[in-house]
């Protein structure tokens, strides 16, 4: 059964940085695109970032862009989401995910996923 699970969560104060790892087993990693999503209280989940299993091509949502950055190591089964300049609103469960799909940003495309990882910003 293919397992993702994400370490690297935490309490970090406003404009601090975190950096989130995702370690895949039990699936061909190199061929299946890597995600992040994640949802707050009360809210549906988002999409955060995501990179292919082709090039290595990135795209991220609107409220993200220039703070975070993902990342694949394809040796070590790992996808990694550096976030910094971090903000309250960035507060929220964070889910690595797995897709053999393009379409990044509806979360139904999503094959896998994680349990999730805590990411809690102090003002």
């Known amino acids: 059964q293919v397992q993702l699970i994400e370490s690297g969560g935490g309490l970090v104060q406003a404009g601090g940085s975190l950096r989130l790892t995702c370690t895949a087993s039990?699936?061909?990693?190199?061929?299946?695109?890597m995600g992040w999503f994640r949802q707050a209280p009360g809210k549906e989940r988002e999409f955060v970032a995501a990179?292919?299993?082709?090039?290595?091509?990135?795209d991220y949502a609107e409220s993200v862009k220039c703070r975070f950055t993902i990342s694949r190591d394809n040796v070590k089964n790992t996808v990694s989401l550096q976030m910094n300049i971090l903000k309250p609103d960035d507060t929220a469960v964070y889910y690595c995910a797995a897709s053999v799909r393009e379409d990044w940003r509806n979360k139904g495309s999503w094959n896998y996923w994680g349990q999730g990882t805590q990411v809690t910003v102090s003002s």
């Open positions: 039990r699936l061909t990693f190199r061929y299946w695109n």
């Open positions: 990179i292919s299993w082709t090039d290595s091509t990135t």
